[in-house]
């Protein structure tokens, strides 16, 4: 996503705004993910910086992390991720104040940032009963306090979800918004390099694109593109109906109403 924005490119097939990015780690060494770095398809056009900080304690920090912070906010990124929420701050994170405390103190050293806060949410539970794991954004797995979630102007969970007929691995759950509709669930697959991922659904999209414009050029209509997109792409004429509708639209995904089908697996 990260890249994406920096790039101005879309994100799954979904539209960016180009802008300057910056991804502060507070979670994990610069040499322990150095080569997960390498192996990232970054483009050379890509406005993204990385900036690797030890865990920080918000809202007082030592003076040569808080100097980092002030000169790379210098730079005026537009688009800014924190990894992780846990490694920010050293408040309790049960206290109603907390989330107000370090959304601010971000606010205030990076004004007019998009801010996207990483937090890795409660471990998936067997259920002794069921004999399945169980897990779920049921905000309250933000460390045991709902007020992270609710401070925050869009919520979306990050999850292992295997679904044998597109083969995806992950699924992208919109879960709170404020500032538009809520998406259904996107399926997105983390490649073999445990580094990049992809979205099929997304593919699928640009070919049935690719497909149409061909199409309108040649002057064929509706019912003919439907059969070049179904051929193509092997799935149904009502499948390739809803792709070229698809195309037209500025948000491609439907809204949120049913989960994917697919196999959940412990996180």
């Known amino acids: 996503m990260t890249s994406c924005i920096a790039t101005g490119t879309p994100f799954c097939g979904l539209p960016t705004q180009k802008g300057k990015a910056l991804y502060i780690e507070l979670d994990t060494p610069e040499r322990l993910v150095a080569e997960r770095l390498r192996k990232l398809r970054l483009q050379p056009e890509a406005d993204c910086d990385f900036l690797f900080l030890p865990p920080l304690s918000v809202p007082v920090l030592a003076r040569e992390d808080l100097a980092k912070l002030h000169e790379a906010a210098e730079r005026n990124y537009d688009f800014v991720v924190i990894n992780t929420l846990r490694k920010c701050h050293s ?13 601010e103190f971000f606010q205030r050293t990076f004004p007019g940032a998009a801010l996207m806060f ?24 933000f460390s045991g306090a709902k007020n992270w979630i609710n401070d925050a102007q869009v919520g979306i969970y990050l999850r292992k979800f295997k679904n044998p007929r597109t083969q995806t691995n992950l699924v992208l759950r919109h879960e709170k918004t404020q500032v538009s509709a809520e998406y259904a669930p996107l399926g997105l697959r983390l490649e073999a390099d445990g580094s990049n991922l992809s979205c099929p659904e997304a593919e699928q999209l640009a070919t049935a694109q690719v497909l ?5 050029a040649a002057g064929l209509g509706p019912t003919r593109i439907d059969e070049r997109i179904s051929l193509a792409l092997r799935i149904s004429q009502a499948s390739a109906r809803r792709l070229r509708l698809a195309c037209y639209e500025e948000v491609w995904m439907g809204l949120k109403d049913d989960s994917p089908d697919g196999e959940s697996e412990e996180e």
């Open 91 to 103: 408040l309790n994170d049960k206290e109603a104040q907390t989330p107000k405390i370090v959304y």
């Open 212 to 216: 149409l414009a061909e199409g309108l």
């Open 118 to 141: 990483v937090h890795h949410s409660k471990k998936s539970q067997l259920n002794q009963a069921s004999g399945q794991y169980e897990s779920g954004l049921d905000k309250e797995s």
